[in-house]
């Protein structure tokens, strides 16, 4: 029988299937190669970065002495990105145990906003059932409060702007007052609100709770801390407070020495004996710093410490 004109010889289809069975082994290979390498890249460049924040906190870690912080403040040669590292300091090994309390879950990026971190360590922390904390900066946000209470503290909550009365918050021990924080008792006409100093609070609140130390001073205050700080160091109210939890807001339009002036303020209180060990940036709060040559950077900062004069002895277990 004739084969048609057509027809391909067989040993042509057998070398045309080794052709396509070696192209997809080939693929085959490829891809598992390239997915390797990719991974294997991905890894290493993770694990690198992951080493290089290490070495970046051991280095600040190392070089976290008064001395340096100090003489690098000090410095003709301080830079903005210096005087930045030096408000995101967390001095983490200061405490050996940080809890967060309160806050609010926001997106883009997601995290907490408005938490603070308490430190936990015996010598230091809030003892349930006899804690007292002011609270100042409310905004209708209640969850920092109402954790401390549950925690066992009793709280004294203070914001001038919510346009509410005098009264106790419900759920927890929550006592509100429509007082604002200040550097002395004052009047503000312009929004109609009673400021006061913490000494001046503090005096007035003592037959409330005692003459006791404040476990916790909470201060979310819209950048007036630059103006109450100096008060509660000049009157004596800081040897009162056993941890302070503070958001600093920063202006982006000042020179380089205002924010050198501002850091100097707190170092001045950790030569004092507050001791941080707490600071987390504010990816929602971000400025262009103009004089500084800083571009989309955080204006603020949650920083924590306590005091080192109020440590309590340790008892032997």
């Known amino acids: 029988m004739t084969r048609p004109a057509s027809s391909i010889p ?6 045309k299937k080794r052709n396509i069975l070696a192209a997809l082994s080939f693929l085959l290979i490829f891809s598992v190669v ?15 970065i992951s080493n290089l924040r290490r070495d970046l906190r051991s280095a600040t870690d190392a070089n976290s002495s008064p001395s340096y912080w100090d003489a690098l403040l000090d410095s003709d040669t301080l830079t903005g990105n210096q005087v930045m590292e030096y408000f995101l ?28 971190s308490v ?38 909550a203070f914001d001038p702007s919510m346009g509410k009365d005098p009264h106790d918050h419900t759920p927890g021990n929550v006592h ?23 000494s001046s609070i503090y005096e007035e609140l003592s037959v409330r709770h005692g003459r ?9 205050i819209e950048a007036a801390e630059w103006t109450v700080l ?14 302070l939890g503070m958001e600093i ?17 707190l170092r001045s209180m950790e030569n004092m004996g507050m001791v941080r060990f707490d600071s987390e940036y504010n990816p929602w709060f971000l400025g262009d710093f103009v004089q500084l040559q800083l571009w989309k950077h955080t204006q603020g900062y949650e920083i924590a410490w306590y005091n080192s004069n109020l440590s309590r002895p340790l008892t032997p277990a």
Not at 34 to 48: G, H, K, M, P
């Open 119 to 156: 430190c936990i360590d015996p010598q230091v922390a809030p003892k349930p059932d006899d804690c007292l904390v002011y609270s100042f900066g409310i905004n209708d946000e209640w969850s920092f409060d109402e954790q401390m209470s549950d925690y066992g503290c009793q709280v004294f």
């Open 230 to 243: 100096p008060e509660i160091i000049r009157s004596g109210m800081l040897s009162n407070i056993r941890q």
């Open 176 to 198: 509100f007052y429509d007082w604002g924080l200040g550097d002395r008792d004052k009047h503000d006409v312009d929004y109609n609100w009673k400021i006061r100093s913490l």
């Open 34 to 48: 390239y997915v390797r390498f990719t991974v294997d890249s991905r890894l290493a460049i993770a694990s690198y």
């Open 249 to 265: 807001h920063l202006v982006t339009d000042a020179p380089l020495d205002k924010y050198r002036e501002l850091a100097k303020l």
């Open 212 to 220: 006791k130390i404040i476990d916790y001073l909470k201060m979310d």
């Open 89 to 116: 300091w967390s001095n983490r090994p200061s405490c050996q145990l940080v809890h967060d309390f309160g806050g609010t879950l926001y997106a883009n990026p997601s995290g907490m906003d408005g938490q603070k």
């Open 10 to 15: 067989r040993w042509m289809c057998d070398t």
